[in-house]
């Protein structure tokens, strides 16, 4: 045992060489410098019971309140381990590190007392003398309790302190009319008003659950009112609009009526008027019902990007089959595994497209190729199918990769679809005879409403060729010469065309929108691109296959003040929810996973029963409702926008392209002479490259090593 002074800067030097601080969310509209204070009148039968509590368990009343103020920090922040200023009786401000981890009130409050008397008996240690030693700077938490409540802080809070706490008596005529009252001081950059007065209530609703039942499960307790949690619920909510009792191929339908000869789409020098697109995709809806297809029956189209693909998914849903995207370079044996899982029996597909697909069909017998220009030969009425499709059936199957190296179809309906194409048409602000861009490959899903939204406002899909895409001055020539008004593009693409652009300045006098997604959008390329087009509005798309394409939108028409670009408010008919591990709203601000339900939340993963139930469950706040679990984190921010803060798992995306870590593991572990593996993310001058690391008896050449991955991933 050594020295009471040895002990101190021991116990100090663990504390303090553990570092960080505990940050609370910053919740303000208008930030200005300077302090303001709030205090809420604490009950005296709270009050009383406290004090019993405390007593029962032979700790100091202040014990209480500090295990109270470090459930409302963990809540806050995040985080399960916590850091709190502790106001000494000397009237230092010492770091005092508060694990709320335990499950029990009683047990949160055996360590709170720990951690506050080992503070104090320590106090004396010489701890600036430490600081300089582990080189820290000084005093990093933000927020400061003064259990005993007779310190008044600081006029001006200092710089590394939000928020200044301590329960005092009140006198006559103030707000506690002489009973006790919880104090808060805070920096009104950091907080506003509302906000001090939400926090101070977790205190108040925390020291009630804890002197209520202190052996209940604190974990699974909410600290947000009724009145919070309704505007989270609700408030936060895309704005209601009723859908048509209509599906997409029916507003269509009516769109070809009204103007047959528009042109539809186009495809470089092939164009297609809304009579004509409509009349190929009819007769391949009933090539497809002469073939034995029923409601929900799955369809994969194996097809170049092309002005056929296009009337094969049409066709399909006229049909009532549900489209399943194949893109026709992909390995055999991914293929195979897609087919299989969806369990589908028909795929149309194209002469010279057919390579990996025979591969695929040769294990599946089930499954019947049909070839469009057969189909278009057969000679069917191209009149429209008049079948009827309701809003909940199945509408297309994405698979997306999967950590378990299978990949996962996720299922959305008809409804979820029609919903996502109106929000993408409103916020971006599409309008009748515009013309809209279509860039992404079949596999991603944002290829979907590239496709066929211009079709509901009677506009124009321009089909851009890969080639076209591959070289960014064509690239832009095209947008120039089709007078695209609406352009979808991940974000690292956006970066090469800007770069384009500011090496050859340019007008896009057509373009008044161009949206992102797939990947994060960074604020120094909002710049840059208002640098170069400062007229034309970026889009900041975000959502999952799982939920019908994108469900938030955050359009700008000038750089954000943010430190992140925003993700946006949800768009119409969507709730959205940020979650803790019970999947209860955590505080406003404050981080937590994005859940998302309403009818954009699809029906599952095809035939995977085990992974829909680990995602998809029922909202517990809207019964009735499809909850999807994300595996995203963010925040709310003050003006009712998401904010993206990351992955909970081992999913990255790359250039747009979702990828589960897992699956490469395992693909890259079953190659011969491979005995164990890793794969990372690694950000190179091309952008963001996947580095897969290995260990065996002896090297493997690079090109087998490829061509064996290469055989199994896309």
Known sequence: MGTPTEAGREFWRGVLGSGGSTTIPRWTLTPAAG????????????????????????????????????????????????????????????????????????????????AESA?????????????????????SYETVIDPAGDVDPPDGLAGDVALWLCSHQGTAGQQGGGGPVLRLRYRTDVLDADCAARIAGYHLRALELLTADPDADHTTQSLLSAEELHFQVEGLAGPRKP??????????????????????????????????????????????????????????????????????????????????????????????????????????????????LEGALSDLPGVQPLFLDAAYAEGHPDGDLGIEV???????????????????????????????????????????????????????????????AALLMGGRTLLVEQEVILDVARFVDKIVEQRVNLAQLVPSYLEVVVSYLEANPRALPDLHCVSTTGEALKKELTQRWFGVQPGIRIGNAYGLTETSDDVNHEVMDRVTHHDRVPLGPAVRNVHMYVVDEHLAPVPLGAPGEIVFSGVCVGRGYVNDPERTAAAFLDDPVRPGERLYRSGDHGRWLPEGKLE???????????????????????????????????????????????????????????????????????
């Not at 916590?82 to 009237?91: E, H, K, M, Q, T």
């Not at 971006?428 to 944002?446: H, K, N, R, S």
């Not at 990255?652 to 190659?671: H, M, S, Y």
Request: glycine share 10%; net charge negative.
């Open 390 to 452: 309701g809003p909940d059936q199945l509408a297309y199957i994405y698979f997306t990769s999967g950590s378990t190296g299978e990949p996962k179809g996720a299922m959305c309906e008809q409804d979820g679809m029609l919903n996502h194409l109106y929000a993408k048409l409103e916020d971006m602000g599409f309008g009748e005879g515009e013309v809209l861009a279509q860039t992404a490959p079949q596999c991603f899903d944002i290829s979907l409403w590239q496709l066929v």
């Open 243 to 356: 859908l048509p009792d209509q599906r997409f191929h029916e507003l269509f339908e009516q769109r070809v009526h009204r103007h047959p000869d528009a042109v539809a789409a186009v495809h470089g020098d092939t164009t297609w008027t809304y009579a004509e697109l409509n009349s190929r995709a009819n007769q391949l809806g009933r090539a497809l019902l002469a073939r034995g297809l029923t409601r929900e029956g799955v369809v994969a189209v194996v097809t170049e990007r092309n002005l056929d693909w296009m009337a094969a998914v049409i066709g399909i849903f006229k049909a009532g089959g549900a489209y399943l995207p194949i893109e026709p370079h992909f390995p055999a044996e991914r293929i195979r595994k897609s087919l299989a899982r969806a369990e589908c029996a028909l795929a149309l597909t194209e002469h010279g497209s057919t390579v990996t």
């Open 35 to 114: 302090v303001a204070a709030h205090e809420e009148p604490i009950p005296a039968e709270l009050v009383a019971r406290a004090r019993r509590l405390a007593a029962q368990l032979g700790m100091p009343p202040s014990a209480v309140l500090l295990a109270a103020h470090a459930k409302v920090l963990a809540a806050l922040s995040g985080d399960l381990d916590v850091i709190v200023g502790y106001l000494s009786p000397a009237g230092a401000a010492l770091p005092c590190r508060l694990a709320t981890g335990a499950p029990t009130w009683r047990e949160l409050l055996a360590g709170v007392h720990r």
């Open 119 to 139: 503070v104090l008996a320590h106090q004396d240690a010489p701890l600036d003398e430490l600081r300089r030693e582990l080189g820290v700077t000084g005093p």
């Open 644 to 714: 993206f803060l990351g992955r909970r798992d081992t999913q990255v995306k790359i250039r747009g392209f979702r990828i589960e870590i897992g699956e490469i593991d395992n693909v890259l572990l079953r190659v011969p002479g491979v005995r164990d593996g890793a794969v990372v993310v690694a950000e190179r001058d091309a952008g963001k490259q996947l580095v897969a690391f290995y260990t065996g008896q002896q090297a493997i050449e690079v090109d087998v090593l490829r061509e064996r991955l290469g055989a199994a991933l896309p």
